[in-house]
């Protein structure tokens, strides 16, 4: 598929996946004209990096971290170093779960505290 496809099938610009392809973050082929030509595993690549850069972790991380989450059970990642930066960044993450998990409990106990209060 063309560019504009993948856009309109992830939802994001074709300037995005441009960017994404700059960082290293994508590798479509290019055909004879030029154009790019991005195959039917793209999708779920760029709905994995977007899922990546929402949860915070930077597009340096993840140009690090995508081929080790397409063979997660291979253990030619073991570097020590990436390892522990890795681990770091998991444990990052799982503060922020924490986090949002407090805030939306907060939430939960806010309406069901006012639910009583709207009702006709």
Do not use: W
């Not at 610009?13 to 994508?26: D, I, N, P, T, V």
């Not at 055909?31 to 597009?59: K, P, S």
């Not at 989450?69 to 681990?87: K, M, P, T």
């Amino acid at each position: 598929m063309r560019i504009k496809e993948l856009s309109d099938r992830v939802g994001v610009s074709a300037r995005l996946l441009r960017y994404y392809e700059e960082q290293g973050l994508l590798c479509p082929l290019r055909e004879e004209n030029g154009y790019r030509y991005y195959d039917e595993a793209m999708v779920a690549q760029v709905e994995q990096i977007r899922g990546l850069l929402a949860a915070g972790l930077t597009t340096e991380i993840i140009r690090e971290v995508l081929p080790c989450l397409a063979e997660a059970a291979c253990s030619r990642y073991d570097d020590a170093a990436f390892v522990r930066r890795i681990a770091a960044e998991r444990d990052r993450l799982q503060e922020r779960v924490a986090l949002l998990s407090r805030n939306l409990r907060a939430l939960d106990d806010y309406l069901d505290a006012v639910a009583g209060s709207h009702v006709a």
